[in-house]
């Protein structure tokens, strides 16, 4: 754990764990004096570290608050680690069952953050969904290479730490955790008034999961002929908002405004809020039904660059993706944002997901029963174009 600096509280959230399960902050807030000396009364004309803008006793507070969040993500596989300074998770809890599913287990580990979709949640005051942001722009990754995610850890950066806030956040990245079965073993909270102004907040999450050798994703395999299946995204998600921010801006939209033409019921704030669609459950499920045939041969995370862009790095050189945008929906919120920032085509192909937020790439006799499946899991999965022989590019035929 990072050595308290000047300027700055980091309020390390590993726990203490009693004989009844439960958690607690340990005595301490990043590398803060002994508690003795914290309590002392400051000489009337001293420094505090309060009066530099940083509050060690709100830190505690906010670790207190969210220990029933960190808690629900905790399996047996958590160890309990009184004092320690780092979680510690069991890759062998269930022994026989770990080593019948991993012969050769390979570690995946990825970070990511939300870009500045969190200056929109702080200018709403709208905390509860950008944690789920968090773990998903992560977990998603993860899941890309074939891994199944194992633990989390986040950090948080503000200028002043207002507990009820970051609460919010947390229990969204515990909510996300527990649902893509992660255990949110750590995080930092970092109170830095020098370096962000005071309602400002950064966000940044590490990912760690676990493959087989065996099964880890090569685009080698990928061949002429495969099919392109495409998983819907649930708008913006996480990437392209320094746009979304200069449209809003530049078209003097009102977030806390209902537009019929967008939705008829929700903000545009609400909307551009709508986190980032976390795919791990359907695609985890999916790829355990094939253990022994290798039918999935790539994946793509479509993030930042566009759909292009992320699926180009699931193929090798030696083969392109034909895409066909006429077998999906463009969502409302793209044309929308199109049409009050007057944006090309050619740009929001390259900035946004444009309605897919995941691909698969599959073998073509297996394409139709991993379509059902992944309907069947809660994915309006499709097929969305084919891998022909080429230079590892993709191309998009325009609807």
Known sequence: MAKKTAGSVKTGRVRERQGDGARMPRPRAGGAEPARNRTSSPRPD??????????????????????????RTHGPRVIANPGGFAGLFRLDYNEGLFKRNFREPVLVACTDGVGTKVKLA?????????????????????IVEGGEPLVFLDYIACGKLVPERLERIVAGIAEACRICGAALLGG???????????????????AVGVVELSRAMDPTRVEAGDVVIGLPSDGVHSNGFSLVRKIIKHARLDLRAVYPELDSKRTLGEVLLTPTRLYPPAIMKLSRRYRVK??????????????????????????????????????????????????????????????????????????????RQLRKLGEEARVIGRVVAGRGEVRIKAR
């Open 188 to 206: 930092e909270t970092a109170e830095m008034p020098d370096v962000y102004a005071e309602d400002e907040i950064d966000l940044a999450g590490f």
């Open 122 to 142: 702080a200018e709403l005051d709208r905390f509860d969904t950008i944690g789920i942001d968090l773990v998903a722009m992560n977990v998603n990754d993860l």
């Open 294 to 371: 290798k039918v999935i041969t790539g994946m793509a995370h479509i993030t930042g660059s566009g759909l292009a862009a992320n699926l180009e790095r699931a193929l090798h050189p030696g083969v392109d993706a034909e895409l066909d945008e006429s077998t999906w929906e463009l969502p409302e919120v793209f044309k929308f944002l199109q049409h009050h920032g007057r944006v090309s085509d050619a740009e929001m192909r390259s900035v946004f997901n444009m309605g897919i937020g995941y691909c698969l790439i599959v073998r073509p006799k297996f394409a139709p029963s991993m379509v």
């Open 46 to 71: 001293g420094l505090t570290y309060a009066a530099a803008g940083v509050d060690i006793a709100e830190g505690d507070r906010f670790v207190d608050m969210i220990q029933s969040h960190m808690r």
